[in-house]
């Protein structure tokens, strides 16, 4: 069992940048896929960008692609989400969460391939 618990989301500028943190529980953190999503106020749930066990592979929302960059410290227990060049769509809660799913680049992009999630951390983007 993985307790995930993000940080780092907050006010921001169109433009500007964020990295929110995800800190995970556990001494089993390396075996898990883990994933970021975001749900903005009205919206369903979407997909934002996901990373192997490893690191060695990672997957991206067309959204977030060449803005977005996914990565892990497993020594830290740790998954980030660098997001630069934000924009006011961009103005979601982000999750992150933890998949044992055996990494496929497809099924990482489904909220149901996950079975550990955190709480969430807001970010919100001014124009």
């Known amino acids: 069992q993985v307790q995930l618990v993000e940080s780092g989301g907050g006010l921001v500028q169109a433009g500007g940048s964020l990295r929110l943190s995800c800190a995970a529980s556990?001494?089993?953190?390396?075996?898990?896929?883990m994933g970021w999503f975001r749900q903005a106020p009205g919206k369903e749930r979407e997909f934002v960008a996901a990373?192997?066990?490893?690191?060695?592979?990672?997957v991206y929302a067309d959204s977030g692609k060449g803005r977005f960059t996914i990565s892990r410290d497993n020594a830290k227990n740790t998954v980030y989400l660098q997001m630069n060049n934000l924009k006011p769509e961009d103005t979601a809660v982000y999750s992150c969460?933890?998949?044992?799913?055996?990494?496929?680049?497809?099924?990482?992009?489904?909220?149901?391939?996950?079975?550990?999630w955190g709480q969430g951390t807001q970010v919100t983007v001014s124009s």
């Open positions: 990373i192997s066990s490893s690191g060695g592979s990672t």
């Open positions: 556990g001494r089993t953190f390396s075996r898990y896929a």
């Open positions: 969460a933890a998949s044992l799913t055996v990494y496929d680049t497809v099924v990482v992009t489904r909220a149901v391939a996950y079975g550990y």
